[in-house]
């Protein structure tokens, strides 16, 4: 079966400090899809970034950025020069492909709460 | 804004009673998949509907009930509601039957009293 593991509850950073929020997972199959989705206090679960089991490069997007490793079986997030508006709760989530090609579902982390500190 | 609609944006109801989520995917996308999201269970997958048809359960308690109608908007039933049931119902859609890229909608928050 499937899983996620986010340690990290909470944590707290003063502004314009980076920040990694770690992302744990376990699967039995060898085609699979990693996300990372933000939900600030409004509410709604906003896609961030999407990466399949065969891509190992990194990813940067303005102030975030991506590490899978295959080897450690983990997908971390890392928001660097964080900013107010980054306070949320971030939720990692796997999706396995395989044999269930076609009929796949989100299994999600127990979330992050990240709260940047004015 | 991701182009998927729910309402009501909220519900207040009482133990026992019957309601319905509404979902309407974006234009364009055939699948429906729905998602609880509570304070002790977490954000936890109850079951995804495919042009029509159901293609996946998760963790759906059996008071509860999907369907997907041939204009691809979906509805959610809760009945038997109990104080448990209190949580945020998501959404999301994606292009076909796979979770490339799910699009989530903003929720709808039941409160069950």
């Known amino acids: 079966a499937q899983k996620v593991t986010q340690a990290q509850t909470e944590i707290s950073v003063v502004e314009k400090e980076d920040v990694t929020l770690d992302c744990v997972y376990e699967t039995r199959d060898t085609t699979y899809y990693l996300f990372w989705y933000k939900q600030p206090p409004s509410g709604e679960l906003v896609f961030l970034i999407r990466?399949?089991?065969?891509?190992?490069q990194n990813e940067i997007s303005g102030r975030y950025s991506w590490n899978f490793q295959k080897s450690t079986s983990s997908f971390n997030f890392t928001i660097t020069a964080s900013q107010v508006v980054d306070s949320a709760v971030y939720f990692c989530?796997?999706?396995?492909?395989?044999?269930?090609?076609?009929?796949?579902?989100?299994?999600f982390g127990t979330g992050t709460r990240l709260t940047i500190i004015p | 804004d991701s182009g998927v609609t729910q309402t009501p944006k909220h519900l207040i109801t009482a133990t026992g009673q019957r309601v319905t989520l509404r979902c309407s995917p974006r234009?364009?996308?055939?699948?429906v998949y729905w998602y609880q999201q509570s304070l002790d269970q977490g954000l936890q997958f109850l079951i995804q509907y495919y042009n029509g048809e159901e293609r996946a359960k998760g963790n759906i308690l059996e008071r509860f009930s999907a369907q997907q109608f041939p204009d691809l908007h979906s509805e959610l039933n809760l009945s038997s509601l109990e104080l448990g049931d209190s949580a945020l119902y998501f959404c999301a859609s994606s292009v076909d039957a796979r979770v490339n890229e799910q699009f989530f909608g903003p929720g709808t928050r039941l409160t069950v009293l």
């Open positions: 990466r399949n089991s065969f891509d190992e």
């Open positions: 989530a796997l999706s396995e492909v395989g044999s269930n090609f076609g009929n796949e579902k989100l299994t």
């Open positions: 234009s364009g996308d055939l699948s």
